[in-house]
């Protein structure tokens, strides 16, 4: 079977903090989807679409009108950065902007524009939706001690900071099924110096945290839950306390991702910790790599300056073993493509 998640895909335009990344909140957007949902359905695939907002992790040249983004509370994102475009078919890493505090009205807008994102992604041809709740963008901001600092029912307390999550999961459940949803979270227990595009926070208590989010998930009955490690440079393992714990939390499909190996994946599936691994970098870089895998050939590596912006460099150009036997070696072969 083949089971891909097409990431990220904005619910609204506020949710937009990186150049050229796509919504799915108008018609004309639906109708763009559909020639994706049916080439992935003509080879026999499953495609779900993850819904994004990047609340705070955002620019005021991304915005409408130039206005501040969105946030839970009004403290600016750190450590991180935003793509903006800087000129036609040009842009930039920058700095996000200061955001503004949601007022408690908004934020119950925002969960129906969640509902009504599913609802356009079913009808756009999608399998299921998965909600981005990892990487620091508005749910994890909701979650996160750090950057969630309400008074009103959304903020204090574990279960006041989930509670947004909680509302989104039951409003798509109502209007696409459960079975259909899937959620991801990136469960940090240590961060990094090192300069991102995206991260994520560490909580306090990350083990509670997202395990209790796991046992909401749990008594929603939803499909999966995507976990997104930590995928630096020498990046620490989740714990295996972790691990185990989140396995008897949680009765649905899990899935783990981040700087993994077909050998890793095998150590964690024979565990009993995850059912389902995901590759992303290793997929721009190799579009035959389940057959890599199979075959035990080795992988091209990704090269990180396309990976934003520009132009099918970097996208759709990466040779298979098939176009370019030459090609297997473990460095990119640039010079014949």
């Given at each position: 079977?083949?089971?891909?998640?097409?990431?990220?895909?904005?619910?609204?335009?506020?949710?937009?903090?990186?150049?050229?990344?796509?919504?799915?909140?108008?018609a004309e957007q639906i109708e763009g989807w559909k020639k994706v949902t049916r080439a992935v359905h003509s080879q026999g695939?499953?495609?779900?679409?993850?819904?994004?907002?990047?609340?705070?992790?955002?620019?005021?040249?991304?915005?409408?009108?130039?206005?501040?983004?969105?946030?839970?509370?009004?403290?600016?994102?750190?450590?991180?950065?935003?793509?903006?475009?800087?000129?036609?078919?040009?842009?930039?890493?920058?700095?996000?902007?200061?955001?503004?505090?949601?007022?408690?009205?908004?934020?119950?807008?925002?969960?129906?524009?969640?509902?009504?994102?599913?609802?356009?992604?079913?009808?756009?041809?999608?399998?299921?939706?998965?909600?981005?709740?990892?990487?620091?963008?508005?749910?994890?901001?909701?979650?996160?001690?750090?950057?969630?600092?309400?008074?009103?029912?959304?903020?204090?307390?574990?279960?006041?900071?989930?509670?947004?999550?909680?509302?989104?999961?039951?409003?798509i459940s109502a209007e696409v099924g459960a079975e259909r949803l899937g959620v991801r979270f990136a469960p940090l227990f240590?961060?990094?110096?090192?300069?991102?595009?995206?991260?994520?926070?560490?909580?306090?208590?990350?083990?509670?945290?997202?395990?209790?989010?796991?046992?909401?998930?749990?008594?929603?009955?939803?499909?999966?839950?995507?976990?997104?490690?930590?995928?630096?440079?020498?990046?620490?393992?989740?714990?295996?306390?972790?691990?185990?714990?989140?396995?008897?939390?949680?009765?649905?499909?899990?899935?783990?991702?981040?700087?993994?190996t077909p050998e890793k994946a095998i150590r964690m599936l024979e565990a009993g910790y995850g059912d389902l691994f995901a590759?992303?970098?290793?997929?721009?870089?190799?579009?035959?790599?389940?057959?890599?895998?199979?075959?035990?050939?080795?992988?091209?590596?990704?090269?990180?300056?396309?990976?934003?912006?520009?132009?099918?460099?970097?996208?759709?150009?990466?040779?298979?073993?098939?176009?370019?036997?030459?090609?297997?070696?473990?460095?990119?072969?640039?010079?014949?493509?």
């Amino acid at each position: 079977p083949k089971f891909g998640v097409h990431f990220s895909v904005q619910i609204e335009p506020r949710g937009q903090g990186y150049a050229w990344t796509p919504g799915i909140f108008t018609a004309e957007q639906i109708e763009g989807w559909k020639k994706v949902t049916r080439a992935v359905h003509s080879q026999g695939g499953t495609i779900f679409c993850q819904l994004w907002h990047v609340g705070r992790v955002s620019h005021r040249s991304l915005q409408p009108d130039g206005q501040a983004p969105v946030a839970p509370s009004a403290i600016r994102a750190e450590g991180v950065k935003v793509f903006v475009e800087t000129g036609p078919g040009t842009g930039a890493l920058a700095d996000p902007d200061e955001p503004r505090e949601l007022t408690t009205a908004e934020v119950q807008e925002l969960v129906a524009m969640y509902a009504r994102a599913a609802r356009n992604a079913v009808e756009a041809g999608f399998d299921g939706v998965e909600i981005h709740s990892a990487n620091g963008y508005l749910v994890n901001q909701f979650i996160s001690e750090h950057s969630n600092h309400r008074t009103d029912q959304y903020g204090g307390s574990l279960k006041n900071r989930l509670r947004f999550l909680e509302e989104i999961v039951s409003a798509i459940s109502a209007e696409v099924g459960a079975e259909r949803l899937g959620v991801r979270f990136a469960p940090l227990f240590e961060s990094t110096e090192e300069e991102r595009v995206y991260l994520g926070l560490v909580e306090s208590d990350p083990h509670e945290t997202y395990l209790e989010a796991a046992k909401l998930l749990e008594k929603r009955g939803v499909a999966y839950i995507s976990i997104a490690e930590a995928d630096w440079d020498n990046a620490p393992e989740l714990p295996e306390s972790f691990c185990v714990a989140l396995r008897n939390a949680f009765s649905g499909v899990l899935i783990f991702a981040g700087r993994y190996t077909p050998e890793k994946a095998i150590r964690m599936l024979e565990a009993g910790y995850g059912d389902l691994f995901a590759f992303g970098k290793p997929f721009i870089a190799n579009p035959d790599l389940p057959d890599r895998i199979r075959k035990g050939l080795p992988w091209n590596d990704v090269d990180p300056t396309t990976m934003y912006g520009g132009t099918d460099k970097g996208y759709t150009d990466y040779p298979t073993v098939e176009s370019h036997p030459d090609s297997l070696s473990r460095e990119r072969v640039t010079e014949q493509l």
